[in-house]
């Protein structure tokens, strides 16, 4: 089996406060500052990646019971302590139509959702766990 090249990111600064997150996969991401038209937050992003990652992570065992094309939506929210820069808490809301399933098929179903991603969801288990950041400058002088 080939060995997966690991894909490389970085941010590129576009305007003032302005930034564009790229992949080498060919992904972009306008980030900004707040009420800036079409970018996100980085702390938008860091919730949105959340969600997608408890979504992409309960796939597997969603579609299983639901089939291949359910809909799903996951909501994200959480309000930010200004004075000391965190986000205190960060809530997620799985909107699911499961009305085609009895009472305890839909409650097994959900505990095997929060299992899933309570095991494979690496950016939940993180801001979980909590991690260690290092900064680097690479400095033309």
Do not use: H
Not at 30 to 40: D, H, L, R, T
Not at 64 to 75: M, N
Not at 106 to 128: F, H, P, S
């Amino acid at each position: 089996m080939a060995e997966e090249t690991p894909t490389t990111l970085w941010v590129e600064r576009t305007g003032t406060r302005a930034y564009t997150g790229r992949s080498s996969r060919g992904a972009e991401v306008k980030i900004a500052g707040q009420g800036v038209p079409g970018a996100f937050t980085p702390g938008e992003l860091l919730k949105i990646a959340l969600a997608g990652c408890s979504g992409l992570s309960a796939d597997f065992t969603l579609a299983r019971k639901l089939g291949d094309d359910f809909d799903a939506t996951v909501r994200v929210s959480g309000d930010a302590d200004r004075e000391n820069e965190v986000y205190p808490q960060l809530d997620e809301s799985f909107e699911l139509d499961l009305s085609e399933l009895d009472e305890a098929t839909r409650e097994r179903l959900l505990v095997a959702v929060q299992r899933a991603i309570d095991k494979v969801c690496t950016v939940g288990r993180t801001l979980k766990a909590g991690t260690k950041v290092n900064v680097n400058f690479d400095i033309d002088a």
